[in-house]
């Protein structure tokens, strides 16, 4: 069953019924000022950091789903009758009802009565406010009057105090209204310079800023009390919970339309420029009035929305793809590269699922979320790159996470996931790729961000490696430490505390418990930093990361490998773990996937034995689960992992990230009808017929969706912050269709399905357009026979850079 459709041509979804499995949300904003935006206007907003400048309010885990949003409400001057045209908070029926979830922007639009209503919501490029416009059309045959109102809830600025300290924040609120417009400014008195405003393009009949006068005691938003009865109290909010609503009311004759807009926004200050006049208590406004005017005008507001669509056309542009698969198609061309986009942006911190107030940006995600945004915004992964590797430590080592506003590590989590450090070079192997801007490599960069310990950011890399071949155990595996890619293997923590932390308890003098998978890792990360050496002609250095890569392959196959796939670990004590002498987690998909990517057993079948396990007993229609069998009970040596029920989250949950190493891993080996069937079972839009039992929003990717062993196998969770996003991305781009980014130029080496016999692609590399035409005879999924470049055929099919402008037509044939 569905719930909407894909609108191809607009890039958009199109969710059709309000009442989706979960609210289905989007994005806006793209630099600084973001938002969370449902199908039914729910969700919130924030500048930069979600748990520190939030702006508006939101309701985790309530009752019903998805309370707090950008809500409007239309009544009817004559009957009373109200409703909302997003259809929450007042749920009331509503005829032809649509969200359309587009790039950056959605909206909401439907009939109640022969009323009319539709908002786009957007944020402009470069500004940090957001726009709603509305438009109201009566279609009746008689003249309507009608009252519209606004309502956002304001948070205090830090989410997190904002839900707790409840006997200070029911004395700190206060607000201004001047000319109409509403200045949330809780704090600015003393050591904030920011505020918020909520302004409207027409004259007021009236305003509220006091929730509860709005509302009405013991009532909610879904009928609040100065909707009900067709009037604003011009409330002004003094401590207790300060909110926006404005008041406009609309005589509209049969026929008629009316546009009204709402602008929302942050504003700092200069802090010598706070109050106007000077000396006074009253937020200086001069400032931020111009911007408030300009969006408020129709004809800005048009212009910022076309922008932000050519934006959008301009990044998508980058790839394009033409393939027999329809969803293969809008994933690559729209979808998965927007999530990607949001990734990037959020890296774990704020959707549905994460509050924005628990998670900063993580080490190994941001790396991660590298791979599959490089080519849309280079230079904003460079940024990235250089903030992350400031946070690295001086041995190499990394805090697993770092908060966005102040750029530094997070103490309260620490560091010691042995994996982290390998992450950056992955992701600026692939930087180097994109760009060819080896300068990078050169950038002064500190160490946990401390003046005066910058060295530079190819000695990062180097430590980078050096950390793991500093910490190898009793097999000369990698030592785990507090976990690796799977933060739930906890190897060095036995915890039998309720509540306590697997990922900062270290309880256990660690030496022993080693992974497979940092080896694979490890194995992957030493040939990218060959190569990243060779590039800086340091072939001695090069030489030598080749052997220490070697020499681990080397160990992986001694004492990784179980005899028909590759083991997951070894224990504290020193056993095995993913290996068939286990009673269960016999077999983890990880060291799977990660070791044949680094292409440790490519050469003796020890590779194609390892997927032929997962085909066997990892896959299952809806995905490939993270191990087998299932943990059925807890095991204080294994840590989190086995405190979730089987078949959810790493306890054999289809945690959909690792699945393309295996899509890429088959590629590798050539086998594309295996690695398309991966890829198909959990792309969203393939499963969108099955939205009554997947849940999710069909349009990205989930982190995961129960397995096998669950009750409720095939129902997705955790959707959009994901490296699953990333490594899709990668996966189908990079490995099925078969176009890489390489240093000396773009390869084309897919590997397809047998029945595929062609596809088309436009890809814009280092400034120039190459217009790229595979072809295959029917049968076969990898080789490439010849490959034609502006007619002239070249030698292998690597194609060089051509210079910036140019347009190149390739034309490959496989055979
Ligand atoms: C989450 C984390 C990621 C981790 C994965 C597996 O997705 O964000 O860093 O690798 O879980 O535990
Ligand atoms: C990862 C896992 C999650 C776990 C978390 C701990 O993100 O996906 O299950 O709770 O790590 O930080």
Redo the contacts with the bound molecule.
Sequence with gaps: MRYGHFDDERREYVITRPDTPLPWINYLGSEAYFGIISNTAGGYSFYRDARLRRLTRYRYNNVPFDLGGRYLYLRDAVSGDFWSPSWQPTQSELEDYECRHGMGYSAISSRHDGIEAETLYFVPLAENLEVWRTRVTNKRDAEAKLSLFSAVEFCLWDAWDDQTNFQRNFSTGQVEVEDGVIYHKTEYRERRDHFAYFACSEPLAGFDTQRDTFLGAYKGWDSPAAVERGESFDSVANGWAPCGSHHVELTLAPGESKEIIFVLGYWENPNEAKFDPPGSQTVNKKLVKPVIERYLRSDEAEGAFQRLRDYWSELLGILQVRTPDEHTNRMVNIWNAYQCMVTFNMS?SASFYESGIGRGM?F??SSQDLLGFVHMVPERARERILDVAATQLPSGGAYHQYQPLTKRGNNDVGSGFNDDPAWLILGVAAYLKETGDISILDEDVTYDNEPGSESSLYEHLQRSLRYTLHRLGPHELPLIGR?D????LNLNCFSTTPGESFQTTENKEGGVAESVFIGGLFVLAAEELAQIAERRGHTDEAASYRADGATMDATVREHGWDGEWFRRAYDYFGDVVGSKENEEGQIFIEPQGICVLAGIGVDDGKAKKALDSVASRLACEHGIVLQQPAFSHYYVNLGEISTYPSGYK?NAGI?C?TNPWIMIGEAIIGRGDEAFDYYRRINPSAREDISELHRCEPYVYP?MIAGKDAPSFGEAKNSWL??TAAWNFVAISQWLLGLRAEYDGLRVDPCLPKEWERFEATRKFRGATYRISVSKPKGICKGVAQVTVDGMKTEGNLIAPHPAGAEVVVEVTMG
Aim: one cysteine or more; glycine letters at 14%.
């Design positions: 774990r993580g190994r995600d976990a890619w799977n933060d739930c790493e945690f990230h982190q994901s490296g």
